[in-house]
């Protein structure tokens, strides 16, 4: 694991519906840390939904906002960023996170994201839900090079006290 954690920013990496969000609020919270959702600020910052920039500007275009955005985050401290599922599409964003802080890549099968999740709200997944295994097969070697630590949750609720035993114990050298 890398032990580059001076500016004790975590990234949260993974599939779209993985529970990046949830894990992030619970560990922000669980840290007393300041929690930055990375699609929530696109959103804002454009003044549309993900799924309306998609639509109406493209990936690529989606892609070059959500960059900036992380550059912009990587300066911080005592933060928890829960970032967009293909944050690790971009060399440079793999970079700034190996750089800036510790990457925790959130496991998950999509088959059973596939159960849990409303594709209509996810702009890759709109059209084809079955787009998240591409997707899968696509990222999972890039998630699993961008992480310093891997945890796998396949029932949230039966597992999520055991995940954070696990991240606590997986954290304890890197946070204060």
């Excluded at 967009?84 to 996170?97: D, S, T, Y």
């Excluded at 800036?100 to 849990?116: A, H, S």
């Excluded at 891997?150 to 995940?163: A, G, V």
């Amino acid at each position: 694991m890398n032990n580059n954690i001076d500016n004790k920013i975590i990234f949260i990496i993974g599939l779209p519906g993985s529970g990046k969000s949830a894990l992030s609020k619970l560990l922000a919270e669980k840290l007393n840390y300041t929690l930055y959702d990375m699609d929530s600020l696109i959103e804002k910052k454009e003044n549309k939904t993900i799924t309306n920039i998609f639509s109406e500007n493209g990936e690529e275009y989606f892609r070059k906002v959500e960059s900036k955005i992380l550059e912009e985050l990587a300066g911080m401290n005592n933060v928890v960023i829960s970032t967009g599922g293909g944050i690790v599409l971009a060399e440079k964003n793999r970079n700034i996170m190996k750089e800036k802080g510790l990457t925790i890549f959130i496991d998950r099968n999509p088959e059973i994201i596939l159960q849990n999740i409303d594709p209509r709200e996810r702009p890759l997944l709109a059209k084809d839900k079955n787009k998240l295994l591409e997707l899968s097969k696509q990222r999972d070697s890039l998630y699993r090079e961008s992480a310093d630590v891997i945890f796998t949750h396949n029932t949230w609720e039966d597992d999520i006290n055991r995940t954070f035993e696990q991240l606590e114990y997986d954290l304890k050298s890197f946070i204060n």
